[in-house]
């Protein structure tokens, strides 16, 4: 049987492992989980969630048998607070899906009349706004790029936006969808973050999440099928560089010396490793690497484990605060409503946070949840922990579109995945399964049963 080495255990790897076995110290990526020392609780590096939208990524979880562990929505439904005044963004089920998000506005109260009438301005624009036709591999075409090079700021107030309304919604959505403040990324990644998944129908636009650590969610179960189906996982193996004769990949080689033979090769791996693995110029004449132009954001996670129940919802996003969204761990993994509480606030676009010790971002959380949530005081802290990913996504910036290289590569039998290629979706785990499907489809008929994975660590 051919052997195919896929390098990188993170989504992108994982489906690409996947996708070939189905033709014929962890695992996760950026989507993983630990061990905490103090409290022994299983912990995620960030709060992963995603959208009924997510076709690819929700069809990954069945193939490999996780979709038990997972909940979705029936519907859209957001608890947001602002000053001690909840509201909700829900998806209506009395009215025709055609009108998408515009009735959850109706009850919207974080907004007046007017400026509801000023988003539905915006959704009505954003529904007919013309992104491009995507070829097969989700390279954008010229009126796509046209859009991509504007922010989805600039777009919105375009399009009769204000600053009460950006902040309020649109930004409440986009910051944590695209890890970015909305002045900063497209409105190519914007337009189609809505007319795809906010706009989509009811189930698109519903929230899922995992009800296990991220590591038994995807990891366990994708190792568990790839075992199954004649592959081989091995973790915590420092890939030195791709083996090239006659202008084909033929061995993966380890820091350890050790060669492992390959009758093809997929490189699931972040942007900026992909240089380092292949030698100079052979993917770029220029001498660079296929996305090592394109920007990385941070996102932070802050947990917070109270003696008692201080959240109710199963999360919850905030507006007027330097909290951004918070989430139930206990809620979301089943657990009994009592105490202690395990609850983690999500930070995106966290370069200012990413850069405070961990003490700096308790003098601010811990105050700012009391605030926010009166059973939440000081005195009812347990433990604290602060988990940073300062590379956690690519930018989807103006322009970034354009950086996005295709799975397949001028190497017949080498394939790139992970959620910076051009899939058409921005850096989310969709993204990662989809690029991991497209790299196993460039590599044809050599994508057969066995499959190699290993994490890279640098």
Not at 6 to 20: D, F, K, N, P, Q
Not at 126 to 153: C, H, K, L, N, Q
Not at 397 to 407: E, F, H, I, Y
């Amino acid at each position: 049987m051919p052997r195919v080495v896929v390098v990188g255990g993170g989504l992108a790897g994982l489906s690409a492992a996947v996708a070939a076995a189905r033709k014929r110290p962890y695992l996760g990526g950026r989507a993983f989980s630990f061990v905490d020392r103090e409290t022994q609780v299983e912990v995620d590096n960030g709060q992963h969630v995603f959208l009924g939208a997510c076709t690819e990524y929700i069809a990954f979880l069945k193939e490999i048998g996780a979709w038990d562990n997972v909940t979705l929505q029936e519907r859209l439904d957001i608890p947001v607070a602002r000053n001690g005044r909840l509201s909700r963004l829900r998806w209506s089920t009395r009215v025709p899906q055609a009108l998408g998000l515009l009735p959850a506005l109706v009850s919207y109260r974080h907004l007046k009349l007017i400026d509801r009438l000023r988003v539905a301005y915006g959704m009505t624009r954003i529904r007919g706004e013309r992104r491009g036709r995507e070829s097969e591999a989700g390279r954008e075409d010229e009126a796509s790029r046209a859009v991509d090079r504007e922010t989805f700021d600039a777009w919105l107030r375009r399009h009769g936006q204000n600053d009460r309304t950006i902040g309020a919604l649109w930004n409440l959505i986009v910051l944590p969808a695209l890890n970015d403040d909305i002045t900063a990324v497209s409105a190519d990644a914007g337009v189609m973050l809505f007319q795809t998944a906010l706009m989509g129908g009811r189930k698109a636009a519903a929230i899922g999440y995992s009800r296990v650590a991220l590591g038994k969610l995807a990891g366990d179960a994708a190792s568990a099928y790839l075992a199954a189906h004649g592959g081989n996982v091995r973790t915590s193996v420092e890939v030195e560089r791709v083996e090239m004769r006659d202008g084909r990949a033929v061995a993966v080689v380890t820091t350890a010396k050790e060669r492992v033979p390959a009758d093809a090769v997929v490189l699931a791996v972040p942007h900026n490793a992909v240089a380092a693995l292949v030698p100079p110029g052979l993917l770029d004449p220029a001498g660079g690497a296929p996305g090592q132009r394109l920007d990385s954001a941070p996102i932070v996670g802050v947990h917070i484990w109270y003696d008692r129940r201080v959240l109710d919802d199963v999360f919850i996003a905030v507006l007027d605060s330097p909290v951004q969204w918070v989430f139930n761990v206990d809620a979301m993994h089943g657990f009994p409503a009592t105490a202690p509480q395990h609850v983690v606030i999500s930070l995106s676009g966290a370069w200012r946070w990413a850069q405070m010790a961990r003490d700096e971002l308790r003098s601010v959380f811990v105050p700012e949840m009391a605030r926010l949530f009166p059973r939440a005081a000081p005195e009812a802290v347990i433990r604290f922990l602060s988990v940073k990913q300062t590379d956690a996504t690519f930018r989807s910036t103006p322009g970034s579109g354009a950086l996005r290289p295709l799975q397949r590569t001028s190497v017949p039998n080498l394939a790139l995945a992970g959620d910076w290629t051009a899939t058409g979706w921005p850096s989310t785990m969709e993204s990662a399964v989809r690029s991991g499907n497209l790299a196993a489809e460039a590599l044809g008929p050599t994508s057969a049963p066995e499959a190699r994975v290993g994490t890279i660590s640098r």
